[in-house]
């Protein structure tokens, strides 16, 4: 009886290396979703963050959406920065007014934000904000991959927007500032 339990208990364990010495094996890829990842940005650009969060989230509902979704935030912040905003020109001298006076009023939603996205703008907005539907069956809800991505585009779609586009027109963090019109 003592060499069964003695001998289950050898098998057992060597089982349970082998199986942490598969898993160690396997390289996974880097998850570069967020780009190289808010802490790894230069000071500056942190400090942009930290002033647009503040001036952008302002509607009495949406004040601690840029608390509350700070990481997924941080995670689209640091992917626009990575990619250098997927190198689309600054459109700052024809909309910074407009866009200032939209994104700060509460009577407007997100949807007059969408329209001043150029073609190029959208096309690399949806290509690269990271919260593609994943597939599911027919009688299955829509799932996202990044689910709080999603969750926090479709709460705080206006602030977002507003974001995506200061962060194009202010030439992808040049200033350690967020540069709204006067």
């Known amino acids: 009886m003592k060499r069964f339990v003695t001998a289950s208990t050898l098998l057992l364990c060597i089982r349970q290396s082998a199986g942490a010495a598969l898993r160690a094996g396997v390289a996974q890829e880097p998850d570069v979703t967020c780009g190289k990842g808010f802490e790894n940005l230069v000071k500056g650009s942190r400090d942009y ?3 647009a969060s503040v001036k952008l989230w302002t509607h009495p509902s949406h004040r601690q959406d840029n608390a509350t979704f700070q990481k997924e935030l941080q995670c689209w912040f640091a992917q626009m920065c990575t990619t250098k905003c997927g190198g689309l020109p600054s459109q700052a001298e024809d909309r910074k007014e ?3 006076k939209t994104c700060l009023t509460w009577t407007q939603d997100w949807l007059p934000v969408w329209k001043m996205f150029s073609t190029e703008e959208v096309t690399w907005f949806k290509n690269n904000y990271p919260a593609e539907e994943t597939d599911a069956d027919v009688d299955e809800p829509t799932i996202h991959y990044k ?4 969750t926090a585009k479709e709460v705080s779609k206006k602030e977002l927007l ?3 586009l200061f962060t194009i027109d202010d030439e992808c963090v040049k200033w350690p500032y967020i540069r709204l019109a006067k």
């Open 147 to 150: 689910q709080g991505m999603h």
């Open 49 to 51: 963050y930290s002033t």
């Open 162 to 164: 507003c974001l995506t």
């Open 98 to 100: 407009k866009l200032t």
